[in-house]
């Protein structure tokens, strides 16, 4: 089983910058797939992007070219750096493990999410 801790969240002017991290524990993050999905109030939790074992990563196309998510193995943590933040960006991001695809029902493990508010 895995457990998952994100963090880095916070409140950013529009044009700015984050950088949230995902620490997993409980068992090693080496072979399972990373992903990281958002919720904004009052809508569904979307995708944002995910990462294989192998590191192939897909990144939904709200955040393609902005967002760069990365994983290091060694600290049992995966990155998500947001740049050029837009207010739309607002939303609550949580990591999830041990899965594949765009649909929460395609994981197996949550974080507990870390709020990003981007102002205009």
């Known amino acids: 089983e895995v457990q998952l801790v994100e963090s880095g969240g916070g409140l950013v002017q529009a044009g700015g910058s984050l950088k949230l991290s995902c620490v997993a524990s409980?068992?090693?993050?080496?072979?399972?797939?990373i992903g990281w999905f958002r919720q904004a109030p009052g809508k569904e939790r979307e995708p944002v992007s995910y990462?294989?074992?192998?590191?192939?990563?897909i990144y939904d196309d709200s955040v393609e070219g902005r967002f760069t998510m990365t994983r290091h193995n060694a600290k049992n943590t995966v990155y998500l750096e947001m740049n050029s933040l837009k207010p739309e960006d607002t939303a609550v991001y949580y990591c999830?493990?041990?899965?594949?695809?765009?649909?929460?029902?395609?994981?197996?493990?949550w974080g507990k999410g870390t709020p990003v508010t981007v102002s205009s």
């Open positions: 990462i294989s074992d192998s590191y192939s990563i």
């Open positions: 999830a493990a041990d899965g594949w695809g765009p649909l929460v029902t395609d994981w197996k493990y």
């Open positions: 409980g068992s090693p993050i080496d072979d399972y797939a």
